[in-house]
């Protein structure tokens, strides 16, 4: 289903935003030096969750990293709504996934280059 454009205003505040605390906490969050990308950011319709999809660079622990920020989503979700609570009405649940797709396409670029 297509995202209508309210969502996708709201996907690209928050993907800003969250990338922001992300690059300035990382080390709070998750104890590492890791490099945190927020790749892409999908809301439902009524805007009330916010599937976000983090790259990791830098880190063979990505499933242990995941589960850090997932344990400090509460927090995570508070400094979000530090930041856009002017902006919104409510601040949207935080639900996070890996996005693997750079493993993937590095994955196929190997298989490739053996053919």
């Known amino acids: 289903m ?4 309210r969502q996708r205003q709201f996907s690209s505040l928050i993907q800003k935003d ?3 605390i992300f690059q300035r906490n990382t080390a ?5 030096h890791t490099f945190i990308t ?3 950011v999908r ?3 009524d805007l009330g969750v916010a599937k976000i999809y983090l ?4 880190s063979d622990k990505q499933r242990e990293i995941l589960d850090m920020i997932n344990m400090k989503k509460s927090e995570i979700r508070r400094q979000l709504g530090n930041k856009i609570g002017k902006q919104v009405r409510i601040v949207p649940e935080l639900v996070f996934y890996l996005d693997d797709s750079a493993d993937y396409a590095a994955h ?3 298989l490739l280059s053996n053919l």
């Open 2 to 5: 297509k995202e209508s454009k």
């Open 38 to 40: 927020v790749t892409d």
């Open 55 to 58: 790259s990791f660079m830098l």
């Open 28 to 32: 709070s969050l998750v104890g590492s």
């Open 18 to 20: 969250l990338s922001e």
């Open 43 to 45: 809301m439902s319709p």
């Open 108 to 110: 196929i670029d190997q």
